[in-house]
């Protein structure tokens, strides 16, 4: 069924439908994976970076750690013959990346279509920022363990949704906080929380673990914490990744939000440039996306026993420093619950998941939410980031996986939740 008679259908019942991006067309554009075997061979494709000709969706970690990028047609015979100078061999991934974004979208449109005589939501597909906030509101006003608050606005004035899941009085029982979709083009991160989210709020009482799970602790769920990137990337860029605050060049809007925190703010793995997809804004906390989810620890300060930014992809659970290579103080208890945590999403489905701390793992960041978590005053021991699975797709996977995804990743959350001192 193509793409165009789905969505006239969907109009001829009064639905809305996804359409596809009118403004960036990444026809041709690959995504490229290399493993850089030399110093040489990192710095070469730093400077590609630098200069626009490569846009990393895995930033290089090391020496033979694998990272990819996604490159323009026209780019990719230079880039590669560069890069065989060097003895890489680049090996294309995605061939067509904007082949794969219709794709998504044609199954997108094709489920609302599946499900148009349903009222429930679809937990199985993508939604938009007005349809989580509205199932989250639907929730609260229906579900007695549910309340909704807006914890602030977006640079362009958007509400930060959070949904607490809760028995009982606050300020009782110890919180487990899941911060969601911080980089806009990782849709994968909202469908898995909101459908954690509803798991917590209506398996209560009918499910004995989840019950146990909800007595237990507070949960708190910010399912999509960049709304502005997220509609942006749903509108005009599927690939977004920042938020869409102005910056002091006119032809780069967006701060990385995951660089904006006050952890090492503006150091290694982070970029003073607005064009880089890294830039870390002004200061510290220039962002009120990133004032929201600051406010909204401090609000709970003292009671939050667990902190979680849910991230794709790459199968990847990861706990501070993100900025460097010194271990915490903490570090054995957090890798002792990060095994077990990785142990429960591979037993699931099988997916392989690595664990470490982050600048060990995988490359050095600044800024970020987890290390805030941890080091800004909340001090956190069981702060992390977990990069779900989805290497085949990257950045734009089916709606198929969303429930897989979502399935491991919460049974790796769940068995954090029950080993947590």
């Not at 939000?257 to 870390?280: I, K, M, Q, V, W």
């Not at 980031?385 to 198929?400: C, L, M």
């Amino acid at each position: 069924m193509q793409v165009l008679h789905v969505v006239c259908l969907l109009a001829a019942l009064g639905l809305s439908a996804a359409i596809l991006p009118k403004s960036v067309d990444y026809t041709g554009y690959k995504v490229v994976s290399v493993l850089p075997k030399s110093e040489e061979g990192l710095r070469t494709l730093e400077n590609f970076e630098r200069q626009g000709v490569i846009k990393y969706w895995i930033h290089p970690a090391g020496l033979n750690r694998p990272a990819s990028f996604q490159i323009s047609s026209s780019n990719f015979e230079l880039v590669s013959n560069v890069l065989a100078e060097q003895a890489l061999s680049p090996i294309v991934l995605i061939d067509n990346i904007q082949e794969l974004i219709e794709k998504q979208n044609k199954e997108i449109l094709e489920r609302q279509l599946q499900k148009a005589n349903s009222k429930a939501f679809d937990f199985e597909n993508f939604h938009t920022y007005t349809e989580l906030l509205a199932f989250m509101q639907e929730t609260a006003a229906n579900n007695s363990l549910v309340s909704y608050s807006v914890i602030g606005q977006s640079y362009e004035g958007r509400d930060i949704g959070q949904v607490t899941v809760r028995t009982g009085s606050a300020g009782v029982k110890q919180i487990i906080f899941l911060e969601c979709g911080i980089h806009a083009r990782e849709w994968i991160t909202e469908s898995t929380c909101i459908w954690i989210f509803d798991q917590l709020a209506n398996g209560y009482g009918i499910d004995a673990e989840i019950t146990a799970l909800v007595d237990k602790f507070d949960w708190i769920i910010v399912p999509t914490s960049n709304p502005d990137g997220y509609e942006y990337s749903w509108a005009s860029d599927r690939l977004w990744r920042k938020n869409r605050a102005l910056t002091d060049n006119a032809l780069c809007p967006g701060v990385d939000l995951n660089r904006n925190y006050d952890a090492n703010f503006g150091g290694d793995g982070s970029s003073p440039l607005p064009c880089s997809e890294t830039y870390h804004g002004v200061s510290a906390f220039s962002e009120s996306e990133a004032v929201a989810i600051r406010d909204s620890l401090a609000a709970n300060r003292g009671f939050v026993k667990a902190f979680v930014s849910i991230h794709s992809y790459g199968g990847i659970w990861m706990s501070p420093y993100g900025y460097i290579k010194e271990l915490p103080l903490e570090y054995d208890e957090m890798y002792r619950v990060m095994a077990i945590g990785c142990e429960a999403i591979t037993a699931t489905y099988g997916t392989p998941f690595e664990y470490a701390n982050e600048a060990a793992i995988l490359y050095l960041t600044s800024g970020t939410t987890r290390d805030y978590a941890y080091v800004g005053g909340d001090n956190i021991i069981y702060a992390y980031t977990i990069e779900t699975r989805g290497k085949a797709y990257g950045f734009v996977p089916p709606p198929s996986e969303i429930l897989e995804t979502a399935i491991e990743t919460w049974n790796g959350i769940k068995a954090m939740a029950y080993n947590v001192l």
